[in-house]
């Protein structure tokens, strides 16, 4: 107040400032939030703009972040990660560090703006992709507040007036990295706007737990009375009741489906086919599903801190809520047999695991499969490479990992069945499916399951 009234005019620029960014923000009650310095409340970077933006479009086996208008060029902090050698010609950077003992290769191309690039091929440490990360973050965010440099155990790190490390001192502590979510301040407190982030809709419904093979079980025994009465615990029974949703065993108001009408008349008899029409199910109904047949390959090892990692990334919404709900997802691995029985993560530690084709697949699944593709793509004519394309996100190749020849020796079994579903024409070089038009996916099981 003394101030106020005393420099006024010294105070003036930085009181416009604030109403200017009010304004902007579309403040109520503006000269209550003044004068009763509201404007001091820690709040996100959601209105601020510097032009910034940091993107990873592509993940495991190739890393890669774009970045347009950074602060920084991402060489002047790559040297804290592990010794690296690089060579730069116009408006292209190739080069290569050790990490782990590990030789990886890199280039960075740069446009207009000095907006770069960068590539990493063949990484799947998820260490190394997260302190990647934050060099990208740091060179694209850091302002020289020097917050990292006193982290720096052998000061071997000077921010201020610019970036100089020495590469004598440096011991590859990551530190300075590690000190703050992002590796930096302004990064951490900037919302980055990123090209290959999703809603995350879908990911909080779940909470901590997975679906279990004994909830199922306990459920398809008595659908009349299990909400009543159940072993579950009132948050468990909240993720069960959401899984049973995305596997279209019920549907909102917890009515059972046809499709769960199906699985309680033929689990017992059934078993392994039942939980090969959920997975499929899933791969529409689950984003953390359709999210991992799409970016896990099959014979690829994963783990829960590599999914969280990438998670992140992938997903908008608070930190903590997308490991518990990775956390639940895992669950779906060890308490089904979508884990050990359909090879989606087989484990013998419960810490690493392995995405592996399902190769014995039934024809069944199979043709529940294309069937529930074609409808959501609303076609009738298919063919076998449509399924290995890289635009494809759904289907029996991406749900279950098999390989162009067990998929075309179950399309030829199919096709030669005296209840035919689907015609198959695959010699002279063709792989061509058509479908039924009387058909849809719920009829195939009518069609193929006594």
Not at 75 to 92: F, G, Q, R
Not at 243 to 250: F, G, M, T
Not at 302 to 319: T, V
Not at 382 to 399: N, Q, R
């Amino acid at each position: 107040m003394i101030i106020n009234k005393q420099y006024k005019k010294e105070l003036e620029p930085f009181l416009s400032r604030l109403v200017k960014w009010s304004e902007q923000r579309h403040i109520p009650n503006l000269d209550e939030y003044i004068k009763e310095h509201k404007w001091k409340l820690r709040a996100s970077g959601n209105n601020v703009d510097n032009g910034t933006r940091v993107s990873f479009p592509k993940q495991f086996p190739t890393f890669v972040a774009q970045v347009s208008k950074p602060q920084k060029r991402i060489e002047d902090w790559l040297p804290v990660l592990c010794e690296c050698s690089y060579n730069s010609h116009k408006n292209k950077t190739i080069g290569e560090f050790r990490f782990n003992k590990i030789v990886y290769h890199f280039n960075i191309e740069y446009k207009s703006d000095n907006d770069y690039t960068f590539t990493l091929y063949e990484v799947n440490n998820p260490l190394l992709v997260q302190l990647l990360k934050r060099i990208i973050y740091k060179s694209a965010y850091c302002i020289n507040c020097e917050a990292c440099e006193v982290e720096c155990p052998t000061g071997a790190l000077s921010v201020y007036p610019k970036i100089i490390i020495d590469k004598k001192k440096c011991i590859h502590c990551h530190k300075c990295l590690q000190f703050h979510d992002q590796g930096c301040i302004v990064a951490n407190s900037l919302v980055m706007t990123t090209l290959s982030k999703t809603k995350g809709a879908g990911i909080s419904k779940i909470g901590t737990f997975g679906i279990h093979e004994e909830w199922l079980q306990e459920y398809l025994a008595d659908p009349s009375s299990f909400w009543l009465n159940n072993s579950l615990g009132n948050k468990q029974e909240q993720s069960f009741k959401a899984w049973l949703v995305d596997a279209e065993i019920i549907d909102s108001k917890k009515n059972t489906t046809a499709f769960g009408e199906f699985c309680i008349s033929h689990y017992e008899d059934e078993h392994g086919l039942i939980w090969e029409l959920i997975w499929t199910n899933f791969a529409y109904g689950s984003v953390l599903s359709n999210w991992f047949i799409n970016t896990i390959k099959p014979e690829q090892v994963f783990s829960k801190p590599m999914l969280d990692e990438l998670a992140l990334n992938e997903f908008d919404g608070a930190k903590n809520t997308i490991t518990y709900a990775i956390g639940g997802f895992m669950q779906v691995f060890k308490y089904s047999p979508i884990g050990d029985i359909l090879n989606q993560g087989q484990t013998d530690d419960n810490k690493s695991y392995t995405r592996k084709q399902h190769s014995e697949l039934s024809e069944v699944a199979l043709a529940y499969s294309i069937y529930k593709y074609a409808e959501t793509k609303g076609i009738l004519s298919l063919s076998v490479s449509d399924f290995y394309g890289e635009e494809c996100e759904t289907g029996p190749a991406k749900e279950f990992g098999i390989t162009k020849s067990i998929f075309t020796k179950l399309l030829r079994q199919l096709n030669s069945a005296t209840n035919r579903v689907l015609i198959a024409e695959l010699n002279m070089g063709l792989n061509s499916i058509t479908l039924r038009e009387d058909l849809k996916s719920m009829d195939i099981l009518k069609q193929l399951v006594l």
